[in-house]
């Protein structure tokens, strides 16, 4: 097959995971991630990459966690020709897997809930995890001995409730905080390594269930 033919089934597979997340709250789906390590980003991993690729563009705005060198805003900017703004009037802001717990505290803190006049000017965070591993995912099944916080996601579009698991808890807390009134608020996604993708709309309740290896 064509590379570049290859190169565009990769991308539209991608896009129809991240798509499917939007679609059910707290459900995995799996994005391919193209051949190579390296990606036009600095400090940023191919899935998180990939994400920005699909999402960011010349009509949006974006900001970066606080902590990002320049480099990475210059690069990002160059790349999808958006225009790097305040967290406050961004419409992406984004959170590298390197990002401590206090740059994604005061990420989601002032993302923009948007207006009720406009409340799809809300902004969605697209956060860079380690780990993200689905219920039915057996404990042990990834070399990864480091403990996943499982997370229960309740509300329309999901019957009863979805649960995963997530190496990172500090993007729930924060956005618990908030407080944000529907119709107004922000979407959050998250990415690991391994290009696996959860997406958290403004509309879903989020509850922590337990911390380990697995969940019953």
Not at 18 to 24: C, L, P, S
Not at 27 to 39: I, K, N, W, Y
Not at 105 to 123: D, F, K, R, V
Request: charged share 25%; with cysteine; net charge negative.
């Amino acid at each position: 097959m064509d590379a570049t033919l290859s190169e565009i089934h990769r991308v539209q597979r991608s896009f129809r995971a991240v798509m499917d997340a939007m679609a059910r709250p707290g459900r995995p789906e799996a994005m391919p991630l193209a051949t190579g390590s390296q990606t036009r980003y600095p400090g940023i991993g191919k899935p998180l990459a990939t994400l920005i690729d699909m999402l960011v563009d010349q009509a949006t705005t974006f900001s970066l966690a606080q902590g990002c060198d320049d480099a990475l805003a210059r690069a990002i900017a160059s790349e999808t020709h958006a225009k790097s703004v305040m967290p406050d009037a961004a419409s992406f802001v984004i959170v590298p897997e390197r990002a401590d717990a206090p740059c994604i505290e005061m990420a989601i803190a002032h993302a923009t809930a948007g207006s009720l006049a406009s409340p799809e000017q809300g902004a969605t965070v697209l956060v860079g995890c380690s780990r993200i591993a689905g219920q039915d995912e057996r404990p042990g099944s990834v070399d990864d001995d480091r403990p996943l916080h499982w997370v229960s996601i309740e509300g329309p579009g999901v019957r009863d409730a979805h649960v995963f698991g997530v190496d990172r808890i500090d993007w729930a807390w924060a956005r618990n905080r908030r407080e944000d009134e529907f119709p107004c608020g922000i979407d959050i996604v998250l990415v690991d390594g391994r290009g696996v993708v959860v997406a958290i709309p403004r509309t879903s309740f989020v509850s922590l269930l337990a911390v380990g290896k697995g969940v019953k």
